[in-house]
């Protein structure tokens, strides 16, 4: 089970997999999980989130189960986080192999917004040690930037290296150049400027629109 680090920027973006429930719904919630998809896509939490909170609870195996996942998303996202942490904990809790990886990303994100430390980190730490392609790497991120947020940067590239390394083979380029950039960083600070130059080519090379351009900008910065 997932246990429950405040986290000092705002969590990993990535894109929730579109999936259907193989268990046919009764009529009516169905029709309240396609209102809230609908309302969902056209930029209306607020109106979603009542419709998901219904089929949430409504004990229909999968199709209960992908309404508390997008609850948990819409939640955090308007800063209610102990329903998002609730919803997070009810996908947990159904052991679905693909939707609880992301579940337990989403219940540490909840958690460090709120400041609960230590579940957070356990929460990300479980992602990393389940190896997700996708949410693992994401998880590995946001754990290494809370501890570069609070830790010396010695003790820092100790333990958050090791995870911004596993980063580096995220699939999704600009997760994987940032990385690059925030382990290049560490590097500078302890005044390994080699590695930090290796490690920021690294990033730029991946073409990625944000965390590349950050990266070609520390490489200057080291050059003069």
């Known amino acids: ?37 609908g309302f ?6 607020e109106s979603a989130a009542p419709l998901y909170r ?3 609870g409504a004990g229909l195996g999968d ?12 939640s955090i996202n308007s800063e209610h986080y102990d329903e998002s942490a609730a919803a997070s904990r009810q996908v947990i ?30 929460a990300y ?10 949410w693992s790497p994401v998880a590995a991120v946001d754990l290494a930037d809370w501890i570069i947020a ?5 003790d820092a590239l100790r333990t958050a290296g090791p995870l911004l390394e596993y980063a580096l083979g995220a699939r999704e380029h600009e997760l994987a150049a940032r ?26 090379l991946l073409s990625a629109p944000v965390w590349s351009a950050q990266a070609a900008s520390a490489l200057d910065r080291l050059r003069t």
């Open 54 to 56: 219904r089929v949430a």
């Open 93 to 122: 809790a159904s052991q679905h192999p693909e939707w609880s990886v992301e579940a337990a990303w989403r219940l540490g994100n909840a958690l460090a917004s709120r400041g609960d430390d230590a579940e957070a980190d356990q």
């Open 125 to 134: 730490s479980s992602v990393v040690e389940f190896d997700h392609p996708m």
């Open 1 to 37: 089970a997932v246990a429950s680090v405040a986290v000092a920027r705002t969590p990993s973006q990535a894109p929730t997999p579109t999936v259907t429930p193989p268990i046919e719904p009764a009529p009516a919630t169905l029709a309240d999980f396609l209102k809230a998809d």
């Open 63 to 74: 199709w209960s189960t992908l309404a508390a996942l997008r609850l948990a998303k819409i």
């Open 40 to 45: 969902e896509r056209r930029g209306r939490p």
């Open 150 to 154: 609070h830790a010396k940067p010695s």
């Open 179 to 204: 990385a690059a950039f925030r382990l290049g960083g560490l590097y500078e600070l302890v005044n390994d400027s080699m590695a930090a130059r290796a490690v920021f080519r690294r990033a730029v």
